[in-house]
């Protein structure tokens, strides 16, 4: 059984940084792309940010580029999103996400495992 465990979000102020970090465990196939969705209620969830098996490609969404960067752990079943600039709208249920298909795939929302969650809150 695969799992994904997310860790570090939490409540920070306009401005300031978070760093989530999701961990896969169990059976997984191999080169798997990763990401990150977020949802608030009563919306959709949507996508954030994916990043490729080996990191050489990652996208994101265009409301935190420049802001928000993925990478993946020397280990490659560790995805990381440093989140800097953090913005009311940002207030979200962070997910991670992993695929068998490619990083675009994922981005498209074609995802095999979901984490938990973790609850990001960016006060004004």
């Known amino acids: 059984q695969v799992q994904l465990v997310e860790s570090g979000g939490g409540l920070v102020q306009t401005g300031g940084s978070l760093r989530l970090s999701c961990a896969v465990s169990g059976r997984t196939f191999s080169n798997y792309a990763m990401g990150w969705f977020r949802q608030v209620p009563g919306k959709e969830r949507e996508f954030v940010a994916a990043?490729?098996?080996?990191?050489?490609?990652?996208y994101y969404a265009d409301s935190v580029k420049g802001r928000f960067t993925i990478s993946r752990g020397s280990a490659k079943n560790t995805v990381y999103l440093q989140m800097n600039s953090l913005k009311p709208e940002d207030t979200a249920v962070y997910y991670c996400?992993?695929?068998?298909?490619?990083?675009?795939?994922?981005?498209?929302?074609?995802?095999?495992?979901w984490g938990q969650g973790t609850q990001v809150t960016v006060s004004s």
């Open positions: 996400a992993a695929s068998g298909s490619a990083a675009v795939r994922l981005k498209e929302g074609l995802v095999d495992y």
């Open positions: 990043i490729s098996w080996t990191g050489g490609s990652a």
